[in-house]
C-alpha cells in the first residue's frame, strides 16, 4: 500500500515540509517515487514517522529520534489474528475499499463471541479512527464499524422481560459507537434496549419515555462541551425524563461530573456500572 505525502501528514500530524525537509538532512523517512515522481509511502514508513514524533514529544531532539527509531526498530511480539484483521481493515479503509474492509468485520464477527467482538475488535478501531484516518477514511471505517455493532444488536436474543433501558446521545452529539456497545452488553445480560441514537432532542426523550416507560435513560456525550452548553442539554434531558433515573457517560461528561451530580444525575464508564446504579435506585425504592 502506497500513500502520498499529504495523506502522511495528516495522519501523523508532521507537516510536508517538515518531512521534506527531514528527508533531505537526515535521509529519514525514505519514500519511494512514483511514475510521476510523486513521493509514496509505506505503511511502515507511517509508523516510523509516528514513531519519530511520540520521541521528540518526550523531549528529544529530531535527530536523536530519528537515530533512536533507525536502530531500534519496533519488537516483533506475537501478532495475533485480531492484529492482523485489523491491520488488514486499516489497509482497505486506506484506499476507500469499503467492501473490502467490511468484508475483514464480517470475518470477524462470524469467528468471535459478541462480547469479545465489541471489546476486543470494534471498540478498538472506533478509538483508533482519529488518529490514523483523515476525515473521509474516518467517515468509511466508523460507518463500517456502527453497521456491525447494529447487525450485531439485532442478532441478539431478546427477552420479553428484563428492565427497559432508553439509550440516546443528547441533541448535537453525532458519535454513537459507545452508545452502541452498551446497547449490546445491556441486551446480553437481558436487558430490553430502546435505542434512539445520535442527535436525540429532549422532546424524543420525552414521548419516549411516555410510551416505554423505562427503568433508566442512559445518555453518551463523546463531544467536548462549554459548560452552559452541557448544563443546558443535561437540564433539558432530565426534565424530558421526569423521574425516571438518567445515568450519563462518555468523555464529553467527565469533566462536567460536579454539575451533572448536581442535576440529580448519575455518571457510569460500563454497562456494570449503569447495571449497579440501577439496582441501587431500585433497592431505595422499595425501602419502607
Known sequence: MSLRIRTIARLTGIREATLRAWERRYGFPRPERSENNYRVYSRDEVEAVRRVAKLMEGGLSVSEAIAQVRTAPVAVAPFLPEARRMERFWAAVMVLDGDGADAVLEEAREQMGPLAYCDTFLLPLLREMASRLDVAREHLGSALVRQQLRLLLAGMESTSDGPRGVLACPAGDHHEGGLLALAVHLKARGWRVTLLGADTPAEALHEACALVRPEVVALSFVRRREPADFLAVLSASLQACASVPMVVGGPG??????????????YAETAEELISIWQQVRNAQNRP
Do not use: D, P, S, Y
Not at 461528561?253 to 448519575?266: C, I
Open 253 to 266: 461528561a467527565r469533566e462536567h461530573l460536579k454539575t451533572l451530580f448536581n442535576m440529580g444525575a448519575q
